[in-house]
């Protein structure tokens, strides 16, 4: 018979348990909607950058003065991993540290070098044999536009320093507080998206300085956002998982003290069942002398 | 012919402006221009500095615009910048100390210190607190 004061032990340590994954699970859900906030704020200013860029580069066409959507062949790649810098958020970093380790096994050929965003990625891979170029942790809980223009710049510069050929990110997308799908994106050499071109009917516009000047300019502007928008959708998306995480936790907390309770129940009856077994046969003992 | 156009300022936060306007002067690519109803249409660099436009009933408010750019079509002023703050709301203490912050690394000759960024850093700030000044 198991100790009665062992269960209700349990059954206090599993209700405390329950209430920090409940806490954990409100402030996921109040993160989760501030950074879906940021997602539908930047959607305009992203959307008329990529417009501007697809419609220079239509008049243009593919030149080498637009230094960052010329394609050299690919030798060297850098993989940025975005996690998460924190756990206890189910399959949310699992999923993308085993995608990137796949995805570092698909180049047999090329050298493969990491850019680390966020803890669990260092983690990780800090006991791998893969190389890491650089990494930039600990900043998701205070995320702002900075964060993003310096990852932005650091990979421009390794870029443009002749030293990377492609750079790709890998992350998770937000579909919704549920569903996370992990993402693989070519974000160097620049492509810009064909589809948002116009008719060719339209105004002609002055250009001011002239059209390679601004697509130069405008480009890493694009980029910046890009990444911005990465670093907004990884953080809804771990702040989404988290919550589901942490719902099925309190959920099977729930379940576990109801399971607990009745065997407590149960093992008080019996005890009592004992007692006055052993009371009546003792009453009974006496009766007979 | 109109008297006034539509100004909508855009930044990676979110809508900062959106308007009827008589006339907007901007830090354009190479020196301020100014845009009145009507322009012709123009894709133009912005750089970084101020941003003056005049309201419908006659106020003029100034704005410390941090590069980007602007295209003007039918009648309608967009621009699309990474910051734009109104005079008002700019933090002078802060503009103040990024100033500092900027030129001592520009004072100290470390090799791994970023000078273009630093220099970009300082007028940024230098912008902002004359702005504040337009209040």
């Known amino acids: ?289 | 012919m109109a008297t006034e156009f539509e100004l909508v300022i855009v930044t990676p936060f979110g809508e900062v402006f959106r308007g009827e306007v008589r006339s907007c002067t901007l830090p354009g690519f190479d020196g301020l221009f100014q845009v009145l109803p009507n322009h012709a249409s123009l894709v133009s660099l912005l750089e970084i500095g101020p941003l003056k436009f005049e309201h419908k009933d006659g106020k003029i408010r100034y704005m410390a615009l941090n590069g980007g750019y602007c295209e003007v079509k039918d009648n309608s002023l967009k621009i699309m910048a990474e910051s734009a703050e109104f005079a008002e709301e700019i933090d002078v203490e802060r503009a103040l100390s990024a100033k500092q912050r900027a030129e001592q690394r520009l004072r100290s000759k470390h090799a791994d210190i970023d000078i273009p960024r630093a220099k970009l850093a300082l007028a940024k700030a230098l912008n902002r607190i004359k702005i504040a000044q337009l209040r």
């Open chain 1, 1 to 289: 018979m198991a100790n009665l004061r062992e269960i209700r032990k349990r059954i206090d340590s599993v209700r405390s348990t329950q209430q920090i994954t409940k806490a954990m699970k409100m402030v996921a859900a109040a993160k989760l909607r501030k950074a879906q906030e940021n997602i539908l704020a930047f959607r305009p200013y992203s959307y008329e950058l990529r417009e501007l860029i697809a419609h220079l580069t239509a008049l243009i066409g593919y030149t080498a003065e637009i230094p960052l959507m010329v394609k050299r062949p690919v030798q060297k790649v850098l993989l940025v991993v975005v996690t998460a810098d924190r756990g206890l958020c189910g399959a949310f970093n699992h999923n993308i540290i085993r995608r990137a380790y796949e995805r570092v096994q698909e180049y047999p050929e090329t050298e493969v070098e990491l850019f680390l965003v966020g803890r669990k990625g260092l983690e990780f891979f800090k006991r791998r044999p893969v190389t890491i170029n650089t990494t930039k942790i600990n900043f998701f809980n205070d995320l702002n536009f900075n964060d993003a223009v310096e990852i932005t710049n650091t990979i421009l510069n390794l870029y443009q320093n002749q030293y990377f050929d492609r750079v790709e990110f890998i992350y998770n997308e937000f579909k919704s507080a549920v569903q996370q799908n992990v993402i693989v994106e070519q974000f160097l050499p620049f492509v810009p998206d064909e589809e948002l071109v116009k008719s060719p009917e339209q105004v002609d516009f002055l250009y001011e300085p002239d059209k390679q000047t601004i697509l130069n300019e405008v480009i890493p502007r694009h980029l910046r956002v890009q990444t911005w928008r990465i670093l907004l959708e990884s953080n809804a998306a771990e702040q989404g998982a988290r919550m589901t995480a942490m719902e099925n936790a309190t959920d099977n907390a729930e379940e576990m003290v109801h399971q607990l309770t009745i065997f407590y129940n149960r093992s008080r009856q019996a005890a009592i069942t004992t007692e006055i077994s052993e009371i009546v046969s003792g009453a009974e003992a006496l009766k007979e002398s």
